[in-house]
C-alpha cells in the first residue's frame, strides 16, 4: 500500500522553528514532486511549498508560498524516501494541519488537485 505520513508538528512559540518530515513507502521510484499544504480552521487548503526530483539522492527545483518564503526550506531524501519542511520564525498565522502530497512529475504546482497522493496531517499551533 502506498502512504504519506507526516511527522514533527507541535506547539511552539512565535519565532520559533519545527521541521517536519513526510515519510513515504510502497511507492515505486517514480519521478515525483511532493509538496507541502496547509489547512488552518475555516480556510482552505494552501499550497506551502513543493520540490522537485533532482534525480539523484537529494534536492530538487523548490517553491515557496509568498506567505513563507524567506522562512521555509523544503529538502528531501530520496535515499530515506523523506522530504522536510524546515520552519523558522513560526508566526501565529502557521498554525494549522499540515499536509504533504505527491504527484507524478516535475511541475512546481502549489495546486491541491494536482496531488493524488495524501498524508494525514500533522498540527502545528504557534501560540504564546
Known amino acids: 500500500q502506498l502512504h504519506l505520513v507526516e511527522s514533527g508538528g507541535g506547539l511552539v512559540q512565535p519565532g520559533g522553528s519545527l521541521r517536519l518530515s513526510c515519510s513515504a513507502s510502497g511507492f515505486t521510484n517514480d519521478y515525483y514532486t511532493v509538496g507541502w499544504f496547509r489547512q488552518a480552521p475555516g480556510k482552505e487548503r494552501e499550497g506551502v511549498s513543493c520540490?522537485?526530483?533532482?534525480?539523484?539522492?537529494?534536492?530538487?527545483?523548490?517553491r515557496y508560498a509568498d506567505a513563507v518564503k524567506g522562512r521555509f526550506t523544503i529538502s528531501r531524501d530520496n535515499v530515506n524516501n523523506t522530504v522536510y519542511l524546515q520552519m523558522n520564525n513560526l508566526e501565529p498565522e502557521d498554525t494549522a494541519v499540515y499536509y504533504c502530497?505527491?504527484?507524478?512529475?516535475?511541475?512546481?504546482?502549489?495546486?491541491?488537485?494536482?496531488?493524488?497522493?495524501w498524508g494525514q496531517g500533522t498540527q502545528v499551533t504557534v501560540s504564546s
Open positions: 502530497a505527491r504527484r507524478l512529475g516535475d511541475k512546481l504546482i502549489l495546486d491541491t488537485h494536482e496531488y493524488h497522493y
Open positions: 520540490i522537485s526530483d533532482s534525480g539523484g539522492d537529494s534536492g530538487g527545483n523548490t
